[in-house]
């Protein structure tokens, strides 16, 4: 019995692999944080340019009245005058964040 117990203490085999193991999955974590960031800051981006593609749509129709021998119809006419939303580059990333008072 106390050969199996001194053998399992100085066996370190399954060490070395968990210490390799936990390096990896540390550099793994970190590396997905960074490329998941990214991937929210182009989302935002793409997001960004949708709406500006949405905002950017003329919007505006009109069509002219007729007029014969016994009656008249008149026209119509719509204008979209630009929102506060409708230009490019409305969210900012890179505001300093604020202390909390």
């Keep these: 019995m106390t050969n199996i117990f001194t ?7 399954g060490f070395i692999v968990s210490a390799e193991l936990v390096l990896i999955a540390t550099i793994g974590v970190l590396s997905l944080v960074v490329g998941l ?10 997001l960004e340019d949708v709406g500006s593609a ?9 069509y002219n009245g007729a007029a014969g021998h016994k009656g008249q119809s ?7 005058n630009r929102d506060a939303g409708d230009c490019d580059c409305d969210i900012v990333c890179n505001v300093a964040p604020t202390g909390e008072h």
Excluded at 74 to 80: L, V
Aim: hydrophobic content about 35%; charged content about 15%; aromatic content about 16%.
């Design 7 to 13: 053998t399992l203490l100085n066996d370190e085999a």
């Design 74 to 80: 008149s026209g119509s006419a719509f204008w979209d």
């Design 37 to 46: 960031s990214e991937v929210a800051f182009n989302i935002n981006q793409e």
């Design 54 to 62: 949405f905002g950017s749509i003329n919007q505006t129709y009109q």
